[in-house]
């Protein structure tokens, strides 16, 4: 996950916490294994003539769960999204939100959708689109702003403003803090929300190493024939994510 370095963010947020089978042939000689289309074991006919069943199984796919083996190769091209799987976890940086607290603890999912486009002049078009759901848990220390100590129902309009669809927080008896219930569903970003959601800009490669400049974006990554396959690098304000989106050319 990124979020959005924001500037004003310390008056803003005091502003607002203030005012609120194949199958064998069919005769009866037929007691040998077939081949299954596919790879799978055929399970030889029995003695009446009815066709053995073979049972296949199809090669498994790439784990998507876990990180990209990066390769670098030329991304140039438009590439669909075929699948995703993406964790966060760990601390992210709220620093410039104005809270009593430096960070808070994040877990959560994102999926990935759609289309991501790369030009040979060094631009991009991104028509992705990351959903998901994220956790934060908040110490009680985050609720002391600017010497007032607030309430969990005033955090949420401050944190909806750095990118969440919508968030929810409540008190948590067991740490006197809050946790929130945070949803993303932010067009752009390739698989990594809230942050700095861009239809186009300018993009880099470097060894292993892609970086979409509009928000300075890293991604470990690796093109295989025609498929890409990304994992978002943990930078500036994000938790760790974990995971890969693939794309196919």
């Known amino acids: ?40 074991t055929g399970v030889g006919g029995d003695a009446t003539g009815a066709g053995g069943t ?4 199809g090669g ?3 784990d998507l769960c876990a990180n990209v083996t990066a390769c670098g190769g030329d991304v140039v091209g438009t590439w669909n999204v075929t699948g995703s799987c993406l964790t966060v976890s760990g601390d992210m940086d709220v620093s410039s939100f104005g809270l009593g607290c430096p960070t808070v603890t994040a877990t959560g999912t994102l999926t ?18 990351t959903t998901g759901t994220e956790t934060l848990e908040l ?13 969990c129902s005033r955090i949420s309009a401050p944190l909806s403003s750095v990118g969440f669809d919508s968030v929810d927080c409540v008190d ?13 569903d932010q067009a752009g970003g390739l698989g990594v929300g809230p942050m700095y959601p861009s239809a186009s800009g300018t993009y880099t490669v470097a060894g292993n190493t ?15 024939g025609t498929t890409l396959t990304v994992t978002p690098v943990s930078v500036g304000r994000t938790a760790t994510i974990t995971g890969s989106v693939q794309l196919q050319q």
């Open 1 to 40: 996950m990124r979020l959005i370095a924001l500037g004003t963010s310390t008056l803003v947020i005091g502003w607002m916490l203030a005012g609120c089978g194949d199958y064998g042939d069919d005769d009866d000689s037929d007691t040998g294994g077939g081949t299954a289309v596919g790879g799978g």
């Open 54 to 57: 073979d049972t296949a199984t």
């Open 60 to 62: 498994a796919g790439p």
């Open 112 to 129: 990935v959708a759609g289309s991501w486009t790369a030009n040979g002049d060094g631009t991009y078009s991104d028509n992705t689109t």
């Open 139 to 151: 110490p009680t220390t985050c609720l002391d702003v600017s010497g007032t100590h607030t309430t």
């Open 172 to 184: 948590n008896a067991a740490t006197a803090g809050c946790t929130c219930t945070c949803t993303i």
């Open 210 to 224: 892609l970086t979409i400049t509009a928000g300075a974006q890293e991604y470990s990554y690796c093109v295989d």
